[in-house]
């Protein structure tokens, strides 16, 4: 019985537990150029990329990428002022450093950062 009841914490409880000291945080300002801002969640980092891309084709730039507890957060809005957009991803931290450095030395500024798991 009171395998049983372990068990059952560890499998309902824990991840409850390891949930409750995570936090979302959203900053707010007044008089942003920003139009037409909208989010989007999902669960997996290649279901994002995708909503990125059909985003950038309707105009919309990426403003913001967050990743928490078992989500992918994109913020997306209009008239950013941002000429154009790129992003890139690599598992290797002297990959992602390299393909940084070829985006900077192609004219992009760097605007965002996030670490996080597919």
Do not use: C
């Not at 000291?21 to 959203?26: E, L, P």
């Not at 891309?53 to 008239?79: C, E, H, M, P, S």
């Not at 002022?81 to 992009?108: C, H, I, M, P």
């Amino acid at each position: 019985m009171k395998k049983a009841f372990l068990l059952f914490i560890m499998s309902v409880a824990m991840p409850l537990l390891l949930q409750a000291g995570h936090k979302w945080v959203v900053t707010y300002a007044k008089g942003a150029p920003y139009a037409q801002e909208g989010y989007v969640v999902t669960e997996r980092w290649y279901k994002l990329a995708r909503e990125i891309d059909k985003r950038w084709k309707k105009g919309y730039d990426l403003i913001d990428v967050a990743q928490g507890y078992t989500k992918w957060v994109g913020l997306f809005a209009k008239n950013t002022g941002f000429k154009s957009q790129s992003y890139v991803t690599r598992r290797v931290w002297a990959d992602f450093r390299n393909a940084l450095k070829e985006k900077l030395d192609q004219g992009y500024a760097l605007i965002d950062l996030e670490h996080g798991d597919d």
